[in-house]
Nanobody
Framework: EVQLTESGGDSVQAGGSLRLSCTVS????????MGWYRQAPGAGAACEVI????????WYSDSVQGRFSISRDSAKNTMTLQMNKLKPEDTAMYYC???????????????????GGRGTLVTVSS
């Protein structure tokens, strides 16, 4: 079973930067897609897949394109999300995810996901 642990969230001013890390326990193929999604504060808030990396290629949502950068180090079993030029609207709980979870979030949202206390909180103040 794959277990993912996020870290690096913090409170920053708008325009600042943060680097999120995801530690991967268990086997994930080197070419498998992995990524990050986030959930804004508030009950029932929608989830948004913001970045993914697989097969050597990265994808970003329009909301973070040009500001965030995703990378994966399979040898170290880590995935990172470098976040620059942060905006107040980036405030959210951030989760790393395997391809299967990214598909669920993309197609059905995250209301059915058991996020089990995971995630790392990013708060951006203006």
């Amino acid at each position: 079973e794959v277990q993912l642990t996020e870290s690096g969230g913090d409170s920053v001013q708008a325009g600042g930067s943060l680097r999120l890390s995801c530690t991967v326990s268990g086997f994930v193929d080197d070419d498998a897609e992995m990524g990050w999604y986030r959930q804004a504060p508030g009950a029932g808030a929608a989830c948004e897949v913001i970045a993914s990396f697989g097969g050597g290629s990265a994808w970003y949502s329009d909301s973070v394109q040009g500001r965030f950068s995703i990378s994966r180090d399979s040898a170290k079993n880590t995935m990172t999300l470098q976040m620059n030029k942060l905006k107040p609207e980036d405030t959210a709980m951030y989760y790393c995810a395997t391809e299967a979870t990214l598909m669920v979030v993309t197609t059905a949202g995250c209301s059915t996901l058991d996020q089990g206390g995971r995630g790392t909180l990013v708060t951006v103040s203006s």
